[in-house]
């Protein structure tokens, strides 16, 4: 299956399973996918994620969730930068998300990296998406 928005796909499994109260969500792999991945689990808000293989041999990631007191850690995720309008940002302009209580997942030159990453770095870039 072609998709046109890989990372929003992602974005919109975890979504879906969580409101399902899923364990764990598969992705098909990407090296983008596998970064913001990383990002969201040094962050905090999914236990973790591994490569599998689906059932024609094609290499996926294994999303296990997070969950508090019953409810998601992820309350909100949203896609800011889409393949139809990119949204690109300056170190001194990057978005803050409720006030720093969560994170924009940005992708600079130097890898994809969280807001706060990205400030201590100083360096901007594409803004993928934010979690709260």
């Known amino acids: 299956m072609f998709v046109n928005d890989p990372i929003g796909d992602m974005l ?7 409101m399902r109260h899923k364990s764990t969500v598969r992705t098909p792999a990407s090296k983008m996918r596998e970064r913001v991945l990383k990002v969201l689990e040094d962050e905090g808000y999914i236990r973790g994620y591994e490569t ?5 041999g094609h290499p996926e990631f294994e999303v296990s969730l997070k969950y508090f007191d019953g409810e998601p850690v ?3 995720l949203k896609r800011v930068s889409t393949p139809g309008r ?16 969560g994170v924009a997942i940005v992708s600079t030159p130097r ?22």
């Open 74 to 76: 992820i309350r909100e």
């Open 111 to 132: 890898g994809v990296m969280s807001d706060a990453q990205a400030r201590a770095d100083n360096v901007g870039g594409e803004v993928l998406c934010t979690v709260f």
């Open 12 to 18: 919109t499994r975890i979504r879906n399973a969580q």
């Open 52 to 56: 599998a293989k689906d059932k024609a």
């Open 86 to 101: 990119r949204v690109y940002s300056p170190v001194k302009e990057l978005p803050s998300v409720r006030q720093g209580l």
